[in-house]
């Protein structure tokens, strides 16, 4: 999946023009960054939204970046485009909050992932803790955490959250998670169990 | 997912007797080991094997860590944990193989998740590439890089990677994604769209 699908789905309709390699295992050398991102676009990932407000009003990304890298100390990181319009808050801000998202959260996911839009806009979706960041309240599944070191890497940065407060469904098997991959979302359950 | 999950999949085994919340929405303030957990158990991921050797041998480590974080330059990353039998040559090498599998993989995902056994004990399965690391032949889907920076994260390293060779399958969707969640592997298909 390339940087901009990682980080904003739609972003990869640009790439719709691009060709596939027409042999069965055609092998890039020295890759383009067309080549590199269709070798992701078979690498399928979870959705997730990070919202923060470094006192400049509250953005959302969505971000199939997430991933948890310690248990103790809990930590988890993701990364974030410089072309991404939520990039200088989300790189200002001392706390962020990550929602994992389930498929009926699929709304959140694209409304975060939608360019030239106020994500804000409808405020019945989301409030705000008592420690400040905004959320989205239809998400059960979210971790807030104190951003503890940043790595550059090409046009993004990695960054690495320690986790202060987290909200869990009573039942994960309830929970019917969002994934995306080759520019479609799927839901895991029963149906797609090996 | 946790990071003994992330890294290493039947490592979670031992956490089966952890309690999940039973509030339907349990908040969890000041994280635990296993509070932050079971918030990741939610989380979905692709499934990669990374290769490597520093001159000690090959080892393979299953990952679900690996994501694209630029496309120009052509840079991913992924975590290894400390605990990681697989650690010390994974953080000593210059390149890594990052094998994208496949449901048909699912094979090797387990292999290289499964503790104290000679993972390239069947030479049928592997094969060195022309500029020496080990690689799995069954996975049409990988990247050869360079690895290009380290981050510490906890008891993990998050590790950047510079794409320098790749190879595809002709068409990505003959690929069935292999996808680890909440203990279980998927598969992602026309039966798992939304």
Redesign the interface.
Known sequence: ??????LQPQGQRIDDSIE???????????????????????????V?VITADAGDGPVGLTA??????????????F?V?SQSSSAPTILAADTVVVH?L??EQ?DIATLCATSDIDRFADTTIWDTLPSGEPYFTAS??W?RGRVV?R?E????T?V?VH???????????D?D???Y??R?????GE????
């Open positions: 999946m390339s940087t901009s699908a990682a596939e390699p027409q042999d069965a295992r055609h092998r890039f050398e020295g890759l383009t960054a067309s080549e590199f991102k269709t070798v992701f676009r078979n690498h399928p990932a979870g997730a199939t970046s997430v991933f948890s890298v310690s248990a103790e100390p809990p930590l988890l990181v990364s485009s994992l389930g498929a699929l059960d599944t971790i070191s790595m890497a090409g046009n993004s990695v690495a986790a202060l407060e987290a909200s869990v469904p009573d039942d994960l098997s929970a998670p969002l994934v991959h080759n479609t979302w799927h839901s895991l149906h797609s169990r090996i």
